[in-house]
């Protein structure tokens, strides 16, 4: 069952203190959920306008006449409601009048947010308070919608709201970051960094003129992280970045391992010039020109070194990728490419530091973590036919990061 939660603002009351916003949760099931997602679209409002607008009009039916600022001063008790509602008594002989309320702040429809839900905190409205915010970013079982897929609208969160309170602010922040996300999932760390910047060092206060900056330092330090930490790194090497759930972590890790499968399959083509050639020409006459480069001519062995770069780095990030996610990739979810060749010996030698080859009794691997590095291992062999001058210069143009993350621990 889905939690609907009311925040309904009450007038003052001079006889006792009230809380600014009186906050109302309850359940419902998927069909309610979806009574209320339907009737609150066709009246052009929010699911919270909507019950306040059901409400009045119950009101209204069964008590008419009755201020309900006179229930709130316990001047109205259930007996009483109950004789309204079945016209056993009138308003007039309750005889109320004597303290008249004070008047009420007129609502508009368009302002109330009253049932904060995970698509109402994802679209743009009106600034929440910290308290609400709190609650939405609880743990489903304390009532709140708190998983990898929530998110926060920047409209929703001023930047002085958050409180010193790593959980919550750190969730808070984690769904402002999500609704930043580009349209493949990625959040880059610079998103994460100014959101930290916007929201967050206003938490400082607490400490002395002198220590602010020592103070701003280890705000930013602290939210970071703790941000990070509800996120899912980017596995490339030379990308500072998130993904916001962990099947599109998956995803890139399937990708990857599908990667190593086509680098394999190119070993033989991309490593020698003359076969690459006329895998080109080849495709150029299926793409229906006819003009053939002379084998000489330099703008061809350009093309073929870029080629061959790019082979080259995504050998590498691959690598990487499959060594730092090992464990990940052992699991049953990936689908295996089989692989096109391996010496069975060498490529146990190759798989820093596994004894094994983790392959089945039909030479299938066992693990896509297998696959990957079977397919890695036919590559790099293949790049270690190249000529000593070439490889120098494939290697000399490449990403410092990337190398760096490539080598053996």
Same mark, same amino acid.
Request: one cysteine or more; glycine letters at 4%; aromatic letters at 6%.
């Given at each position: 069952?889905?939690?609907?939660?009311?925040?309904?603002?009450?007038?003052?009351?001079?006889?006792?203190?009230?809380?600014?916003?009186?906050?109302?949760?309850?359940?419902?099931?998927?069909?309610?959920?979806?009574?209320?997602?339907?009737? =609150?679209?066709?009246?052009?409002?929010?699911?919270?306008?909507?019950?306040?607008?059901?409400?009045?009009? @119950?009101? =209204?039916?069964?008590?008419?006449?009755?201020?309900?600022?006179?229930?709130?001063? +316990?001047?109205?008790?259930?007996? +009483?409601?109950?004789?309204?509602?079945?016209?056993?008594?009138?308003?007039? *002989?309750?005889?109320?009048?004597?303290?008249?309320?004070?008047?009420?702040?007129?609502?508009?429809?368009?302002?109330?947010?009253?049932?904060?839900?995970? $698509? $109402?905190?994802?679209?743009?409205?009106?600034?929440?308070?910290?308290?609400?915010?709190?609650?939405?970013?609880?743990?489903?079982?304390?009532?709140?919608?708190?998983?990898?897929?929530? *998110?926060?609208?920047?409209?929703?969160?001023?930047?002085?709201?958050? %409180? /010193?309170?790593?959980?919550?602010? /750190?969730?808070?922040?984690?769904?402002? @970051?999500?609704?930043?996300?580009?349209?493949?999932?990625?959040?880059?760390?610079?998103?994460?960094?100014?959101?930290?910047?916007?929201?967050?060092?206003?938490?400082?206060?607490?400490?002395? +003129?002198?220590?602010?900056?020592?103070? %701003? /330092?280890?705000?930013?330090?602290?939210?970071?992280?703790?941000?990070?930490?509800?996120?899912?790194?980017?596995?490339?090497?030379? @990308?500072?970045?998130?993904?916001?759930?962990?099947?599109?972590?998956?995803?890139?890790?399937?990708?990857?391992?599908?990667?190593?499968?086509?680098?394999?399959?190119?070993? $033989?083509?991309?490593?020698?010039?003359?076969?690459? %050639?006329?895998?080109?020409?080849?495709?150029?006459?299926?793409?229906?020109?006819?003009?053939?480069?002379?084998?000489?001519?330099?703008?061809?062995?350009?093309?073929?070194?870029?080629?061959?770069?790019?082979?080259?780095?995504?050998?590498?990030?691959?690598?990487?990728?499959?060594?730092?996610?090992?464990?990940?990739?052992?699991?049953?979810?990936?689908?295996?490419?089989?692989?096109?060749?391996?010496?069975?010996?060498?490529?146990? =030698?190759?798989?820093?530091?596994?004894?094994?080859?983790?392959?089945?009794?039909? +030479?299938?691997?066992?693990?896509?973590?297998?696959?990957?590095?079977?397919?890695?291992?036919?590559?790099?062999?293949?790049?270690?036919?190249?000529?000593?001058?070439?490889?120098?210069?494939?290697?000399?143009?490449?990403?410092? @990061?990337?190398?760096?993350?490539?080598?053996?621990?």
């Amino acid at each position: 069952m889905a939690a609907t939660t009311d925040s309904v603002t009450q007038p003052h009351h001079p006889q006792r203190s009230q809380p600014k916003n009186v906050q109302k949760t309850f359940w419902t099931d998927g069909q309610g959920n979806a009574q209320l997602d339907a009737l =609150a679209a066709l009246n052009d409002c929010s699911q919270g306008a909507l019950l306040r607008s059901l409400v009045d009009e @119950a009101f =209204a039916e069964q008590f008419d006449d009755l201020d309900p600022r006179y229930i709130d001063q +316990d001047r109205v008790s259930v007996e +009483d409601l109950q004789a309204l509602a079945n016209d056993e008594i009138t308003v007039d *002989e309750l005889e109320l009048s004597a303290d008249t309320p004070e008047p009420v702040a007129e609502y508009e429809s368009d302002s109330y947010y009253l049932t904060v839900t995970p $698509d $109402d905190l994802a679209e743009p409205g009106s600034e929440l308070e910290w308290e609400t915010l709190r609650d939405a970013v609880a743990n489903p079982e304390d009532g709140g919608y708190w998983n990898d897929d929530l *998110e926060i609208h920047e409209s929703r969160v001023d930047e002085t709201t958050l %409180k /010193a309170s790593h959980r919550s602010a /750190a969730r808070i922040l984690t769904g402002l @970051a999500r609704a930043k996300a580009y349209e493949n999932g990625i959040v880059p760390q610079d998103t994460i960094d100014e959101l930290v910047e916007e929201h967050c060092l206003h938490l400082t206060n607490r400490v002395t +003129d002198d220590e602010q900056e020592r103070g %701003k /330092a280890h705000i930013r330090e602290t939210y970071t992280s703790l941000v990070a930490d509800h996120l899912y790194e980017n596995p490339s090497p030379t @990308a500072k970045s998130y993904y916001c759930t962990k099947s599109q972590l998956q995803e890139r890790l399937q990708a990857e391992v599908d990667t190593a499968h086509r680098l394999a399959q190119q070993a $033989d083509t991309i490593t020698e010039f003359e076969t690459w %050639k006329r895998n080109e020409e080849r495709k150029q006459e299926r793409a229906g020109h006819t003009s053939v480069s002379n084998p000489e001519d330099e703008t061809t062995r350009e093309q073929w070194f870029f080629d061959l770069h790019q082979w080259v780095t995504e050998i590498l990030q691959a690598k990487h990728i499959g060594r730092t996610y090992a464990t990940e990739l052992r699991r049953d979810e990936y689908d295996i490419p089989t692989p096109n060749t391996g010496d069975e010996t060498d490529l146990n =030698a190759d798989r820093d530091g596994e004894n094994a080859s983790g392959a089945g009794e039909d +030479d299938t691997p066992a693990t896509a973590f297998d696959a990957l590095y079977e397919h890695l291992h036919t590559a790099r062999r293949a790049f270690g036919t190249l000529s000593a001058d070439v490889k120098a210069e494939v290697i000399d143009g490449l990403d410092d @990061a990337l190398l760096a993350a490539a080598r053996p621990n």
